[in-house]
């Protein structure tokens, strides 16, 4: 909890919409990258070993964002007062209460103020000795408690009062309730849910490694030298070098899931449901039970409970039985029919609550796993009746029958966001209704294409039908009526939607009331594209001309305006960078817009304006446009821009603009700075001066953007800032740089070829010292008054030569604005059909100017600091879906896929991006292979699904060069009937041209498929070639395949490799499952904490910082529910700031959660999951847990094996960590081979001179010294020696500690020669000195680890925490400057950490 408020930046509450834009986290969506401060981030995995943290000799990356907003934020003084009582709010403390249940001993529950009775209910169902209860109501003093009430608001509630558990009358619906709680308690073990991907389960193995919980048990008892008995040999498959990557060890056996048998079955009666007469003795519904001793019996359930009635299968008896058991709950009256219920059931029971919760919480989205066992299909009542009934009747328990998704939708957007409570409240809810919605959308979808949904115009062709389900409308991704004939016809109408919903999440990110967006999600499944949405009220019942009243419904031919909607979407137009513009409509007046064309403005029979179709919503992407007459920049040229594509929707990301802007801006203030100091140099008359003045203005205003950023741009999610510019140090003399920068505008700094020798290990030493520092500083007060200046909109209180500067600059980066810095895009420039009136004309080529300079921003600077931040490891991608996100964050569409790696392949220091290239190359194979797979799919019937799907992965990954495909035997061969039914399911044909589909006929496809959409060429034609030419591995395309189309695999042993047989057969294929794409609702103030504390712990003020990070967490939690990405985020730092001051037992329990929620969230085998294990596996080491630490670190690396293969820097990192405990724990051959491979690994990616490789080879030194091979140890750590004093200089304590030890091995080296020699001279009768052997003692081996792991321990006095401080703020200041490159390679204690994907 937070005590010390005044350290959240004020900024936090009472933003406005505006500020609230990026923040909100949509814009930085797919890669959740959201803070302005993350200049230099780390990949996906949230890695970044390399990073310089509170040690002092790091460059403090992360720390502007708090002071940012105070500087640059007007609003931060009225925030100071709200602040305080805001953050009071959430924490009245919590109190106890006693609960009595029938039959059980009163008990006490901790709970809190703001926590609903419900919950109390939810505790209750939940509980080992109440779980069997669901119809039940509590009583206070007699008094029934309302479910819906907070505790807070209730009479006499208070600390110790008694709450009694009262059962309650049973009705149809709590019955329903009761059974199917039943069902899910003796299925809790039960993974088939995961497996199946239903109800938000999902997989989670770790417990499996740690024997349950990591209290104790891991602790080794020592008792004098026991330690040695850990048996430590790993898996043959996953030593170094190991070729084999089996795939059965990736869902080890869980002893849990073997299930212990309660009943036989448990189903509803055939009696159901029951006649009049019984209705009105209180019958309510009949349940047919067979129990595990083989008792038929027929169970009623009535008002009063449930009894045994005296029906038979055959003859319908329902007077109770003699004697009839009648019990409250279903689990009492079994447990006396059946002793081996009341065995089993307890049992289960203390198993289900042993379970660390985070194993069983429903996750907020589904996550789905490709690849399953073989899971026995039992009998299920409950599973059965849902799969009916299609669940609408109760769905979710909420009263009425279908939920009114829109309704829903926009009443929660509605919800008062006042002060921190009504925001939180407010956040819930959306995130709530959202994640319900993208549940019922895919089950929709997916009965959809099952053909299980009757369309709503049957009349029509299959491709060209819509449909209604549960109040959600849905749409096939194919070009209906021609709709997008001019835009690219099938591809376009693709791509239209994910376009739109890429639309979606930035309008709802900006977040202005009144202004409404339909829910929407896109589901890929079995081939198809399904589009779903929530309905527009009333819009159903009118024709489409007469609804919209803003925009266009036919590309820009006939257009309306409306002000109402001006005046909203003009609110959209500075976060989003949307221009207003005139264009004509079919009678040449000019209208007005403040979006693209296609954006259609309807009121809905509600009153709310709700706009849609946002598929345009950025602005076109011109290196994939081509335009007849028009000239791209020589940078796009060179590369081969423009470029056909499929369809004319290409267009630019929202990462991209944001970084286009703030690039823009740097340009704006130097160009700006460098004028007003040569007028300020002009009058003076001492002329020595001027170089100086010079010199910093080109570094100071690049601090200086970051100030005023926040007032400029209202956004806050650029996800590079500086990246471009800093390359751009190289001072010159003013006037020269003035007129450099006017030719330049169009060309960013880029980094031209990258210089291998700087980039290598950003070990380079920055040049500024402390001399230098008093001559910039005048400077940087210059600077920050010109910047005050300039904001002001209106260009008020500037003198007339100020402001000549300001227009200069201002036209040169082409702001829209002549006064103050403004970029804003013109969607519609380069729309086919949309015509401009004559006065905008050089507006208009203003903006096509800026498109080109877009278009070539991206590829002269994104794509070359991409590789540049993968050069020096800042940048880590593991597997494609990590490699996805690296690009999208610096705003890099896919389709420039191709063009990155040749980039890459033309990079001097290619073999230090092997890794990326190998990941890219795959990434781009099976994403050809997915594009061919849809169209492959769209034939298949659904009888010959899983023989369609085994063929194709026969086609693809088999080197069985003639794959045959199994047609499904004419077991159905009334084919003949069907064929007068128009009204197949879509794609139903009678379609077998899938099966002659060949091995080469597919990789030629593939082949041509990688030129036409990605311009790359793949010089291959089998699968062997293409594993052999690029070093890929079967296992990981499959993997990276079965994940991007939803296929689940039946986890075996494949033999691709085989000539005489296929790997897969139709059994092989379990499932096909959707992959949804949706809109992600943020937790804004969470993560503003979050920032803070990121920034408090940067600065070295490690508790203010937990506090902060803590408080995250609660709100996190608060908007989240228990289980999210942001959350494993933010346990994943608290372990670390915990491990870091010392408190390795609550460090342990923290990443315990960040690892279960990782696996659960994320996946088992995801990037992400992989690094937190690794973090698991050093704070089990340090809590001496050590056998443990080695089981998950083996888990680790087997799973980076099957994801990435062997041959990447992050494995350095891994096998450094398995070398050093296996040494610790004496084994002392393994750890050579896992240290000897980190060092070659080491050296690959960091170069030979490198101080990673110099610690490599320290740590094995370590491990031959401890074998007593003196020779081989001074080998090594003379080797680590002269790197560090090449590095380091002599003086440096890390050259001196070397060669201390250099000293030490060779004084044991050469003691023991002169025993030998002994030995050798007077044979059996030598008087032998004793020699030291040392066996690495535990703390020894854990500073090592530290190290490694970037993890620095600093005993410090308080005298030394203020010189700290100091040393922070002037390295912080010289980081403005952007003096500083990257610190040292292991200067450690790093614990930056981010937000991962999702």
Known sequence: ?????????????????????????????????????????????????????????????????????????????????????????????????????????????????????????????????????????????????????????????????????????????????????????????????????????????????????????????????????????????????????????????????????????????GWNPPPGNRKMHGDLMYLYIVTVEERHVSVTASTRGFYLNQSTTYNFNPKPANPSFLSHSLVELLSQISPAFKKNFTALQKKRVQRHPFERIATPFQVYSWTAPQVDHAMDCVRAEDAYTSRLGYEEHIPGQTRDWNEELQTTRELPRKNLPERLLRERAIFKVHSDFAAAATRGAMAVIDGNVMAINPGEETRMQMFIWNNIFFSLGFDVRDHYRELGGDAAAHAAPTNDLNGVRAYGAVDVEGLYTLGTVVVD????????????????????????????????????????????????????????????????????????????????????????????????????????????????????????????????????????????????????????????????????????????????????????????????????????????????????????????????????????????????????????????????AQAKELAETLVAEDGSGIDPKSREVVLNACKAVGSISNTSFDIRFNPDIFSPGVRFPEDSADDVQKQKQLLKDAAAFLVSCQIPSLVKDCLDHSALPMDGATLTEALHQRGINIRYLGTVLDFVDKTPAKSQLEHFYRIGISELITRCAKHIFKTYLQGVELSALSAAVSHFLNCFLSSFPDAVAHLPPDELVSRRKNRKRRNRVPGGGDNTAWASLTPSELWKNIASEALSYYHFTIQCDSVDQVVEKYNLQKSTLLREISIKTGIQILIKEYNFDSRHKPAFTEEDILNIFPVVKHVNPKASDAFHFFQSGQAKVQQGFLKEGCELINEALNLFNNVYGAMHVEICACLRLLARLNYIMGDHAEALSNQQKAVLMSERVLGIEHPNTIQEYMHLALYCFANGQLSTALKLLYRARYLMLLVCSEDHPEMALLDSNIGLVLHGVMEYDLSLRFLENALTINTKYHGPRSLKVALSHHLVARVYESKAEFRSALQHEKEGYTIYKNQMGEAHEKTKESSEYLKYLTQQAVALQRTMNEIYKNGSNASIMPLKFTAPSMASVLEQLNIINGIIFIPLSQKDLENLKAEVQRRQQLQEFGKIEDPSDDSPLELEDKIPID
Not at 129 to 152: I, M, P, W, Y
């Open 1 to 269: 909890m937070v005590s010390k408020t005044d350290d959240i930046p004020a900024s936090v509450p009472s933003c406005n919409p505006a500020d609230l834009a990026d923040e909100a986290g949509d814009g930085a969506q797919d890669g959740k990258e959201t803070s302005k401060t993350r200049l230099k981030e780390s990949c996906g995995c949230g890695h970044s070993a390399d990073k310089a943290m509170v040690n002092g000799d790091g460059a403090q990356e992360h720390t502007e964002e708090a002071e940012l907003k105070q500087d640059g934020n007007g609003e931060v003084d009225g925030g100071e007062e709200s602040n305080e009582q805001e953050v009071i709010v959430i924490q009245d403390t919590g109190f106890t209460v006693k609960i009595q249940a029938p039959g059980t001993e009163p008990f006490d529950l901790q709970v809190s103020p703001q926590e609903m009775v419900q919950e109390i209910h939810q505790v209750l169902m939940d509980r080992e000795d109440t779980c069997h209860r669901t119809c039940f109501s509590l009583q206070l003093d007699g008094n029934v408690l309302d479910n819906f009430a907070e505790l807070k608001s209730i009479e006499g509630l208070q600390e110790a009062s008694l709450l009694k558990v009262v059962e309650e009358p049973y009705t149809v619906r709590e019955a329903r309730i009761h059974v199917r709680h039943i069902r899910d308690l003796l299925k809790s073990l039960d993974p088939s849910d995961a497996y199946n991907g239903v109800d938000c389960n999902s997989l989670s193995f770790l417990s499996i490694f740690t024997d349950g919980d990591l209290g104790d048990s891991g602790k080794r008892k020592k008792k004098g030298s026991e330690l040695e008995q850990i048996d430590c040999t790993p898996p043959e498959h996953i030593l170094p070098s190991s070729k084999d990557r089996p795939l059965v060890p990736l869902q080890p056996q869980n002893k849990d899931w073997k299930p212990m048998q309660c009943l036989k079955v448990l189903t509803m009666s």
């Open 525 to 780: 499944y079995r081939g198809y594209r399904v589009t779903a949405q929530s309905i527009i009220p009333g819009i159903l019942e009118r024709e489409q001309e007469q609804s919209v009243i803003y925009g266009s419904i036919d590309f820009g031919k006939t257009v309306v305006s409306h002000s109402k909607y001006m005046e909203l979407l003009e609110k959209t137009s500075r976060p989003l960078k949307v221009q207003r513009h005139n264009v004509l409509n079919e009678k040449n007046d000019k209208v007005e817009l403040c979006s693209s064309v296609e954006c259609k403005g309807i009121i809905g029979n509600d009153g709310r304006h709700y706009i849609l179709d946002l598929l345009r919503t950025f602005p076109p992407d011109l290196n994939f446009l081509p335009v007849d007459g028009e000239e791209l920049p020589p940078e796009s040229q060179r590369l081969g821009f423009p470029r056909q594509h499929r369809h004319r929707l290409a267009c630019l990301r929202q990462e991209l603009i944001e970084a286009f802007v703030e690039h823009r801006y740097l340009l704006f203030m130097k160009m700006a700075a460098l004028q007003l100091m040569q007028q300020k140099a002009n009058k003076d008359t001492n002329k020595s001066e001027t170089p100086a003045i010079t010199e910093t203005s080109e570094t100071t205003t690049e601090s200086n953007a970051d100030t005023t950023q926040t007032q400029t741009t209202a956004s806050d999610s650029p996800s590079e800032p500086n990246a471009e510019v800093s390359t751009d140090n190289s001072t010159s003399a003013a006037s020269q740089a003035t007129t450099e920068e006017e030719e330049n505008s169009s060309k960013p700094a880029s980094n031209g070829p990258l210089d291998p020798a700087t980039t290598q290990n950003g070990e380079c030493k920055s040049p500024l010292e402390g001399k230098e520092l008093e001559e910039i500083i005048p400077g940087l």
